[in-house]
């Protein structure tokens, strides 16, 4: 076959590539910037050419080529080229082909449209990797702008309760969700690793109050803060009394989630497809073999089988995908605050 299953990541052995390898590795086809996807140590990296500023402030001084959506490279024989994820901004699934042999590995993607990410695109092909972060009928999300109407009247109520709102989201991705649906006169302050991330991945930070060791919580008086879990339960949240934590991730789905974290309000909004979004995009590629990674893997790949008579299996990786209890796959530079 294409694509082996190997212990340093999913390889490619005709083109001598991985894609998002676990372990160095001399060449790297990287599907996002998250940090489960995107690790340090390879000699030589591809990834699309919108992930090229956030690899290398993640990643350090990189050998990096970049591509752009549908453009092909060839490497001894194999055709390569990156297709919209719709995960986080240059997010991309990697079409590979040689005589005829057509994979796709998709990396972390989602289906739904959220209004800032370049939507998801199914590619024909006969194997298909996917992700199953969600993979449970219970996850169905809701559509991106009722989550947003949902943020915007929770802030406007907590504001006018006189209440801070703080909330919690990954730097890469939910937090420039986040700020795009946000939709509010009130001052808006990013934590510096937020902050950051914007600024490294071109986004307009001209309207939002960078966190330093000199803010004075008046501030806001009141108004919103957005940051990452890291600081949940730390001396550096608690500078915002009085305010109401809420927390934006698919988990929120399940109010035991939103419970142990002691959040005040929980956002369905994710990165990753629910359920319906699973089914459709692989059902979209036609392949008849698929291979199901992080999630409910097992419980995914025996639908697909009982279900739409797949040959669908489980593959072991390292690859995370989405988390509450903590920041582990936004494993990036924080500034002591």
């Known amino acids: 076959m294409l694509i082996q299953f190997t212990n340093n990541g999913i390889y490619c052995r005709q083109a001598d590539v991985y894609i998002d390898p676990w372990k160095p590795v001399n060449k790297a ?16 990296y591809l990834a699309h050419k919108n992930s090229e500023s956030i690899l290398r402030y993640r990643l350090g001084n990189i050998v990096l080529q970049t591509l752009n959506y549908y453009e092909t490279i060839n490497i001894n024989g194999v055709t390569i080229s990156l297709h919209p994820a719709g995960h986080v901004i240059g997010s991309a699934q990697v079409r590979l082909e040689y005589k005829g042999e057509i994979w ?7 289906v739904k449209n959220d209004g800032y990410t370049i939507p998801f695109e199914p590619v024909k092909c006969q194997h298909f990797i996917t992700e199953s972060t969600f993979g449970l009928p ?68 001209s309207r939002y109050i960078k966190f330093t060791p000199e803010f004075k919580k008046e501030t806001l008086n009141p108004g919103i803060v957005v940051a990452t879990g890291s600081v949940v339960g730390s001396p550096w949240l608690r500078r915002f009394d009085p305010y109401k934590l809420a927390f934006c991730s698919g988990w929120m789905q399940l109010r035991g989630a939103r419970r142990r ?40 790949s025996k639908w697909l089988r009982e279900h739409y008579k797949l040959n669908a299996v489980e593959v072991e990786t390292l690859f995370e995908g989405e988390g ?6 936004e494993n990036v530079k924080e500034e002591k605050e």
């Open 324 to 329: 509450i209890e903590n920041d582990s796959s």
């Open 29 to 44: 086809i990287i599907t996002h910037a998250h940090s489960d996807h995107a690790r340090t140590g390879n000699k030589y």
């Open 138 to 205: 219970i996850y169905n999300f809701p559509q991106a702008e009722e989550v947003n109407l949902q943020l915007n009247n929770w802030v406007e109520e907590n504001a006018a309760r006189g209440l801070n709102s703080v909330i919690i989201g990954y730097a890469l991705g939910k937090a420039q969700r986040i700020l795009t649906g946000l939709k509010t006169d009130q001052p808006v302050l990013l934590h510096s690793t937020i902050y950051n991330t914007n600024e490294a991945l071109g986004f307009d930070n």
């Open 104 to 110: 796709v590995v998709s990396g972390d993607y989602k």
């Open 261 to 300: 974290r002691n959040a005040d309000k929980g956002f369905v909004m994710s990165d990753h497809a629910d359920w319906n979004g699973l089914n459709e995009a692989v059902l979209a590629t036609s392949a008849e073999n698929i291979y199901v990674t992080h999630g409910y893997k097992s419980v995914y």
